[in-house]
């Protein structure tokens, strides 16, 4: 079984924002160059796409709504749905927060007929909606992965498709080459130069003649999914290779020591994702991209992993400040890798970011670095919990509303109210 929920990101902030119910929502970087990660269902009816310029989404759809992603809000929502999916089977490998695939060779049932798994996969869903709070999820089920993965596409959203064993090839003949994964448009171009199309004119070429156009291991690859075979088992444990954190501005970055304090929260933000996760890494590593596109990056290695905040962000300065960064730096990033599920905390003798010495504490110092965006989880001491519906010349707009309450008022506010605090949830059972 393949189950991939439906426009992830944004159904999250319909659900978390009443006001958006129903309406065009885009998430992704707001800015001018900003690139869309997920568009809901009323946003894709005007043309908006994954990996689609912000610019082009504006002019696409004007009247959405622009949201930065809120990863807690994900991360939290796909935990929930990994747990639905871990009670159906053991075997169940997460391929990003919104899709996994499940064995069920390895579930409770017992018969593989169509109305079996049909019905598991009802149960499936139906859960779904209710620990995520009304999400949907398109699910697809076949006899390997790759054909699952082709029938969770067919009737998006919110649809079920199973493929019965023997009618695969029925299925994939008449579809386009660029169904099959590994074909992009590269691929399909080299394909549609040698008269192949669709996987009907796949399944009818060699292995001699695609191993001669793609190469020993695409051609091999092709050659075999062209015939619906696929053996790759389900793999649950997908190792984690590195944990980062990176942002692109809108006007290139000119200050160094506002540099050093963007670098030094992605830093704090890398150490709450190692800590949710029980890791810790070895190499810190710092990327940035130049105001002419040059990208740049810095690694470090230390003895012992770390999952600090405070030794995260120290070496990750400690990088920028070996480069010239003349002309101004429109991305900044920071990641960590050479994972490990331990840590030696006083490898510096440092505490954890909660501590006093925290040199993230001091960024308050930094006025430019308390940016309110599109979307953000904000509380106000008075007026209570609230996002961010935009923010510019020393005001801040909020929509006062939360996913337990009906379409909230929205308040325009100086952007440095004192009262008015970015939201986070409490988290437990770590650090």
């Known amino acids: 079984m393949h189950l991939d929920l439906d426009a992830f990101f944004a159904s999250v902030e319909q659900r978390d924002k009443p006001s958006l119910r129903g309406k065009p929502v885009v998430v992704g970087g707001v800015g001018g160059r900003g690139v869309v990660s997920t568009a809901s269902y009323e946003a894709r009816r005007y043309g908006v796409r994954s990996a689609m310029s912000t610019r082009e989404a504006r002019a696409r759809c004007p009247h959405a ?64 909606v209710d620990v995520t709070g009304g999400l949907t999820a398109s699910v697809g089920i076949g006899t390997s992965k790759f054909i699952a993965k082709v029938a969770s596409d067919l009737d998006k959203p919110d649809g079920l498709v199973v493929v019965g ?92 020591r506002l540099m050093e304090g963007l670098v030094s929260r992605q830093a704090t933000h890398v150490s709450e994702r190692l800590r949710t996760n029980g890791l810790s890494g070895r190499t810190v590593t710092l990327k940035v991209r130049l105001h002419d596109f040059t990208t740049l990056s810095r690694s470090t290695t230390l003895n012992a992993p770390t999952d600090s905040g405070p030794t995260i962000a120290r070496l990750a300065r400690g990088l920028l400040g070996e480069l010239d960064l003349t002309g101004g730096v429109r991305l900044l990033g920071v990641g960590v890798s050479g994972l490990a599920d331990w840590i030696q905390d006083d490898l510096f003798g440092e505490q954890h970011p909660a501590e006093d010495d925290d040199p993230v504490e001091e960024l308050p110092d930094l006025p430019d670095l308390r940016i309110w965006v599109p979307g953000m989880d904000v509380v106000h001491e008075e007026l209570g919990r609230g996002w961010v519906w935009g923010a510019g010349r020393g005001i801040v707009t909020v929509r006062f509303e939360t996913s337990e309450t009906k379409p909230g008022p929205v308040r325009s506010l100086p952007a440095d109210d004192p009262a008015l605090a970015p939201w986070r949830p409490v988290t437990t059972g770590g650090p």
């Open 65 to 128: 709504a622009f949201l930065n992603p809120r990863f807690h809000a994900y991360r939290e929502t796909s935990q929930r749905v990994m747990e639905v999916l871990r009670d159906v089977s053991p075997l169940v490998e997460p391929l990003s927060l919104d899709e996994a695939f499940v064995d069920l060779a390895a579930s409770g049932l017992t018969s593989y007929d169509d109305a079996a798994v049909r019905g598991l996969a009802e149960e499936v869903r139906a859960r779904v």
């Open 165 to 256: 064993a023997g009618t695969e090839l029925d299925l994939l003949r008449p579809m386009h080459v660029t169904v099959i994964p590994g074909v992009g448009p590269a691929t399909a171009e080299r394909l549609r130069r040698a008269g192949i199309t669709t996987v009907a004119d796949l399944e009818n070429v060699s292995e001699d003649e695609l191993l001669r156009i793609l190469g020993r291991a695409h051609g091999h690859g092709l050659f075999l999914l062209a015939r619906a075979q696929d053996d790759r088992p389900v793999e649950p444990e997908r190792e984690t290779k590195s944990v980062s954190v990176e942002g692109t501005y809108d006007t290139d970055l000119t200050d160094r």
